[in-house]
């Protein structure tokens, strides 16, 4: 069967199953991991075993039990190799997140941002908190922190809560797309070959930049929409109030894992001996440790009633949801690998190897238009940006990783829990929510495509 239309019977399967059936995305994306598996024919199969062997990823031995394989078998060894390379990321990265609201942290970092800035520059508090925030904090849990503050700020100025509220999504929406160890950036940096390390710098460099067109763009909607604060909002008095960690140690379990990932990418053709220390404590799952026991002791300190152990129990309810999803997505994408779609596309593109970068950042903006889940679109993409790399695209890996993470961002709409958020916790209607917040993010991606081909163009940096 021809592999361009196993791709589509899996991105029906996955986009119909969400959409029409109502399934849960792990289901939708493990249906989709079966039908191609048990579709796919033993030639194809033998053939892509053949290939990795002559590229020495696969010994002889190996590749005859693959062939021999069954779709279920093939599927479950998809699915156990990205929850081994993912998994603990994840559940350090949700751990961090959780800790760093409960310990009142990411209030502490937010606090601090109003003061440097002020009350006349308060928007740019909250971009900066989100940006960072956003890395190991979802959008939806973000934007639940930081808009009550948006919303006492903008009573005390008595203007521009539109401005903050558009600023909370600007900052957030894209780190968390583009920017490791967010699940999605890290899957497919993962999947792609892409160090974690070179992952983070190109996430923040082009995601911040992306970052500032929507923050242009909240602007501009703030001086031409009218919008005012949907409540009376009541401060909380003084004594209600808890004592909030330093500044200095609210950071560390965002900044302390990405340092140490950096050193491992500085040290990591060193052979001195100190260097295997950086690369030891820089692995991404190490440094993510690190942080997250930061981050409970943070907790245990300053909010022992709410206990470290609470936290984690949440953060590990949430994680396991995002590693099931994250590994059936591994799953689909490797059921697709072995039909040989990356030699299909390779001969569709021929001398198109230009348009790689929109056409992957396309796929992913279809997708995650139809279905509204972010990291479903990036987890479908990934197979596509894979063939063009084993097409031999001069295009560096990074860049369609960064490409996937900016193709996730249009377009926002009623079929996104995140929209649902945003429009019933600001008091926004659907239609001012649909006016703003929806051609933001979508302005957003484009940015990020636009910036994306600049640097691929500018930093080449080889395959």
């Keep these: ?110 606090a601090a941002a109003l003061r440097w800035t002020g009350a006349s520059r308060a928007q740019w508090a909250f971009f900066l908190t989100s940006f960072l925030l956003g890395i190991p904090v979802f959008l939806a849990t973000l934007f639940c922190l930081l808009l009550p503050m948006a919303k006492v700020m903008a009573k005390r100025t008595g203007r521009d809560y539109l401005l903050y509220v558009l600023c909370i999504i600007a900052g957030g929406t894209i780190t968390h797309s583009l920017v490791p160890p967010a699940p999605g950036p890290a899957l497919v940096a993962q999947k792609l070959g892409v160090p974690m ?61 990405l340092v140490l990932i950096g050193l491992q990418e500085i040290f990591r053709d060193d052979k001195r001996a100190f260097a295997a220390v950086f690369r030891t404590i820089g692995h991404t799952d190490i440094a993510l440790l690190i942080g997250a026991v930061v981050a409970l002791v943070l907790v245990a300190r300053y909010r022992p009633r709410e206990g470290s152990t609470k936290a984690v129990q949440t953060a590990l309810a949430h994680a396991a949801v995002v590693i099931l999803i994250t590994a059936s997505g591994g799953a689909f994408g490797g059921a697709l690998q072995q039909t040989g779609i990356a030699e299909e596309i390779g001969r569709l593109v021929g ?39 084993d097409a031999g695209s001069p295009v560096a890996a990074v860049y369609f990783a960064v490409a996937i993470g900016c193709g996730s961002k249009p377009i926002p709409w009623m079929n996104d829990g995140g929209f649902w958020v945003v429009a019933k916790m600001s008091g926004m209607t659907e239609k001012q929510t649909l006016r703003t917040m929806s051609p933001m993010m979508t302005l957003q991606g484009i940015a990020g495509l636009v910036l994306t081909m600049l640097a691929a163009w500018l930093v080449p940096l080889g395959k």
Excluded at 38 to 66: I, N, Q, S, Y
Excluded at 233 to 257: N, Q
Excluded at 358 to 384: D, E, F, K, N, Y
């Design 1 to 110: 069967m021809n592999p361009l239309l196993l791709l589509c019977i899996g991105m029906v399967i996955v986009v119909g199953g969400m959409l029409w059936l109502r399934l849960h995305p792990f289901l939708a994306m493990m249906a989709a991991a079966y039908s191609v598996a048990m579709l796919t024919p033993t030639g194809t199969l033998r053939h892509f075993a053949d290939a990795r062997v002559a590229k020495g990823e696969m010994h002889v031995k190996a590749a005859e039990k693959f062939t021999n394989s069954t779709a279920a078998e093939r599927v479950a060894d998809e699915f156990g190799s990205t929850c081994a390379k993912i998994g603990i990321l994840i559940a350090m990265a949700g751990i961090i997140g959780e800790c760093l609201l409960v310990s009142g942290a990411a209030e502490s970092i937010a």
């Design 197 to 257: 390390g070179t992952m983070i710098l190109a996430g923040i460099i082009i995601g911040f930049g992306a970052a500032l067109c929507g923050y242009f763009f909240a602007r501009i909607a703030n001086r031409r929409l009218a919008f005012d604060l949907p409540v009376e909002v009541e401060e909380k008095p003084e004594a209600e109030r808890h004592a909030l960690p330093p500044l200095l140690l609210s950071f560390a379990p965002v900044i302390l894992p």
């Design 351 to 389: 001398g198109a190897q230009a348009l790689a970068l929109p056409v992957v950042w396309l796929v992913t903006a279809l997708v995650r238009t139809a279905q509204g889940s972010a990291t479903v679109a990036m987890i479908t993409a990934i197979p596509i940006a894979k063939a063009f790399l």
